[in-house]
C-alpha cells in the first residue's frame, strides 16, 4: 500500500457523481470546482485549536498529540508524539496522544492523498508535518514569554515544558497557554538541528498505550456497549462472487433475542439483541445461493494456469506489461557455452489472520452517520458510508479506537466490514447503535487475501558468473485495479522488488514482464505487499546464481551492489555480518538475504537447522536503514514482530480453495508461528541522518528467502514453493 490515490474518488467504489447526488439529498451543496480534500471532507465540523490540527496544551501544561494515524499494535503514537515533543520541548513524561477525527483536508497521509494509515508511512510522512507543528507551537509560547516578560524571545530557552531567561524568570506551559494561544503561529518555524536532539533517538520514546493495553482500560470495537445497541452476524456466499438467490428466515426469528433478519448487498444479515443471538440465528437461516458468476476453481487449478503464464505456455492473448527492459532479450536464451539458470517459484494465498477479527459500530440517523472502531482508511471508510446513507463525506463522523492488527486488512476501496455495518445500520434507523461482529472463520473465508503468485526467470551469466541476461515473468492478480490508487503502468504492487531491483541494475541485458489475469478471488495488499514474493525471488535467486558461478553469495552480492552503486545494501548487509559474529554451532547454517522496500533497506542473517526434516530458526541477525531512527525501541520490536509474521508465513501460511471454497476457517488449519517456534531477534540500525523511512513492513519478506539460503547452504536444495513444511523436492 505504497500508491497515493491519483483518482481519489474510485471508478469501482464511491465516484464523483455519487457524492455529489448524495450532497443533493441532504441540502443541495454544490461540490463543482472543489478539489479532493474539499470533496471528501465535505460536510465535516472538525474544529481546529489554537495550536493548529495536531497540538493541544491543556491548561495544567500537558501537551496532547493528535494522530491521524491508527494505533493498530505498530506503536506509530509514539514515534509521532516524540516528534512533536522533540520539537516542543515538552516534558516526555506529560505527553499523551489523541486519535484525530475523520477529516482528509486536515489529516490526509501526504505520501497517499487520503487519511489512512498504510505503505508504513506513518512516520515517514508526518516527519517535517509535526516538526513544524512542535516547533511553531513552542514559538508561540516562546513569544508569549517574552511579551510577559519584556526580554527578546531570543533570551529564552524552553526545556521539559518549562521556559526560562537567563534573568530567573520561569513559566510553565500552563502558566502561558492562554496568553500563546493569542499567537498567530509561524508559518515556516525554525527546526532544530538533528544534532540537538534530546529525545528523538532515544530508547526514552516508549509506547503510550503500553499501560492501557495491560491493564485492559484500551478500548477495541468489541469494548464499545452502548445503550440500545444491537449486534449483527452476516452470513455470506461460501463462494466469491455468489449473490443471495431466496432465503427462509423462519427459523431464525424464532431464535431468542433475534430482532430481524435483512437481505444486504454482500448476504443475509441477522440482527440480535446479544452475539449468541446473532449466530444461532444465522445459523438457523436457510440460504439458496446464485452462483452462477461465482469463482469456482480450485487454487490449485489457478496456479496451474498462472504457471503456464509465466513459463510461456498460456494462451497467447493474454497482456504483458513490461517493468524493466534494457539491451537485447534475445541474448537471454544463451550464447553457446554460456550457463543458463532457470527457475519457477510459486506462492499461495495468505490471510492477514489478525487477532481482532472485523468488527465495527455504527449509527444512522437519516443523513447522519456515525462509525466508531478500528479504521484504518478513514477516508475510504467515509466516501462509502458516504454513498450507502446519501450524505456528504465528512458528514460521516467515524471515532477511532485501537484495533488488534490489521496487516492492511482493515483498509479496502469497498470498506466491506464497515459497508455492511452501515447497510444494517441504515435499516434499523433511528440512530440505533448497531454492531457488526465477524467471527475468525468469516474473517478467514470472507476475504481479503494475499495473492498467489508465480515468477519465472532465466538468466544467462557472463563468464565471471555475473547475470549477462535476465528474463523474468511475473503472473498475479491486481490489487490495484480499477481502485482509486492505480496508476499508469504496471500494478507496482505486483512487481515492487523486482522493478528496481539493484540485481537488475548490476544486469546489462533485463526483459522483465508482469502479467495480470483476472480471477474471482478477492486480494488486497498484505504487510510488505509485493516485496511478499519477489523478496524471495530475487535473493533466493542470487544465492543459486552464487553457488552455481562458485562464489561466495555474500562476496557475490557485494560485488552486485559495486556494480549497480547500491551504497545502502552494502552498508546494511556489512552491518549484520559484523554483528552475526563468527560461524554458528555444528548442525545449524546460515542464510544471508537483503532488501529494500518502504524506503529502507533491510539485512538478515538467519541461522536454521533442521528438526525431523523442518527447518528450525533459532537466530535472525537483522541491520535495518531506515533513516533517522526516531523510536530504536520501536524499530527493534517492529523487526521482531515483522520477522515472525513473514517466518510463520513462509513456514506454515496457506490458504486453498476447493471448487472456490476457502478450506481454512481458523487457526487449527491455517498454522501460524507459536511462541516456542520464535527466533532471537537481534535489531542493529545503521546511523543515518535522511529522513525516517518505514519500519512497520520491511522486516517481514527478509526472514524467507534468508532461511531459504540456508537450507540451501545446508543441503544444496532450492525452494520453489512455499510455504516451506509442503515441499516435496
Known sequence: MNAPFNKLLGQDGVNRRDVVVG???????????????DIMSAG?????????????????????????????????????????????????????????????????????????????????????????????????????????????????????????????????FGDLVADAAKITPPADPALKDPKAFTLIGTDRVRRKDAQAKSDGTARFTQDVHLPNMLTAMVAHAPRFGGTVKSFDAAEAKKVPGVVEVYEIPTGIAVVAETTYAARMGREA???????????????????????????????????????????????IAGAKGAKVFEATYEFPYLAHAAMEPMNCVAMVDGSKVKMVFGSQGQT??????????????????????????????????????????????????????????????????????????????KISLDKDGYPAAWRHRIVSQSIMKGSPMGGKGPDQTA?????????????PIVDAQVALPDVGVPVLWWRSVGATHTAFVMEHTIDQLARKAGKDPVDYRRALYAKAGADRHLATLNLALEKAGPA??????????????????????????????????????????????VSPDQIAAQMEGGTCYGLS???????????????????????????????TVETYIVASGNPPSGVGEPGTPVIGPAVANALLALNAKSTQRLPFTTQTA
Open 380 to 457: 475510504l471508510d467515509q466516501l462509502n458510508a458516504a454513498k450507502i446513507v446519501g450524505t456528504l463525506p465528512g458528514s460521516v463522523e467515524i471515532e477511532t479506537l485501537f484495533a488488534g492488527g490489521s496487516f492492511g486488512r482493515r483498509a479496502n476501496f469497498t470498506s466491506d466490514y464497515a459497508s455492511e455495518c452501515v447497510q444494517i445500520a441504515k435499516r434499523v434507523g433511528k440512530g440505533r447503535p448497531v454492531k457488526l461482529v465477524w467471527t475468525r472463520e468469516d474473517d478467514m473465508r470472507a476475504g481479503f487475501f494475499r495473492p498467489q503468485v508465480v515468477h519465472a526467470v
Open 44 to 172: 465535516s465540523k472538525v474544529e481546529v485549536g489554537a495550536f493548529g490540527p495536531f497540538v493541544k496544551v491543556g491548561p495544567d501544561g500537558g501537551v496532547t498529540v493528535i494522530s491521524k494515524h491508527i494505533e493498530f499494535g505498530q506503536g506509530n503514537h509514539a514515534g509521532l508524539a516524540a516528534i512533536v515533543a522533540e520539537e516542543l520541548d515538552a516534558d516526555w513524561t506529560r505527553v499523551s496522544v489523541e486519535q484525530a477525527p475523520a477529516n482528509a483536508k486536515l489529516y490526509a497521509n501526504g505520501s497517499l492523498g487520503a487519511q489512512l494509515t498504510g505503505g508504513s508511512s506513518a512516520i515517514s510522512n508526518s516527519w517535517t508535518q509535526l516538526r513544524k507543528a512542535g516547533a511553531a507551537t513552542r514559538a508561540m509560547f516562546v513569544q508569549a514569554a517574552a511579551a510577559k516578560w519584556n526580554v527578546p524571545a531570543a533570551e529564552i530557552t524552553v526545556k521539559d515544558s518549562v521556559l526560562s531567561h537567563k534573568s530567573g524568570k520561569t513559566a510553565g
Open 584 to 629: 554458528p554451532a555444528a548442525g545449524w547454517s546460515r542464510g544471508v538475504a537483503v532488501h529494500e522496500s518502504f524506503g529502507s533497506v533491510v539485512a538478515q542473517v538467519a541461522e536454521v537447522k533442521l528438526v525431523d526434516g523442518a527447518p528450525k530458526v533459532g537466530r535472525v541477525v537483522t541491520a535495518i536503514d531506515c533513516g533517522v531512527a
Open 649 to 679: 508465513a513462509a513456514l506454515f501460511g496457506e490458504i486453498t480453495l476447493t471448487d472456490g471454497a476457502v478450506d481454512q476457517g481458523n487457526f487449527d488449519g491455517y498454522r501460524v508461528l507459536r511462541m516456542n517456534e520464535a527466533p
Open 285 to 331: 437461516l436457510k440460504v439458496e445461493w446464485n452462483e452462477e458468476k461465482a469463482e469456482k476453481r480450485s487454487s490449485s487449478t489457478i496456479l496451474a494456469a498462472f504457471r503456464e503464464l509465466a513459463t510461456g505456455k498460456g494462451p497467447a492473448d493474454q497482456k504483458w506489461e513490461a517493468f524493466d527492459s534494457k539491451g537485447d532479450a534475445a541474448v
Open 23 to 37: 450532497s443533493a439529498l441532504v441540502g443541495g451543496a454544490l461540490l463543482v470546482g472543489c478539489s479532493p480534500a
Open 495 to 507: 512487481i515492487e522488488g523486482t522493478a528496481g531491483s539493484p540485481y537488475l541494475k548490476a544486469t
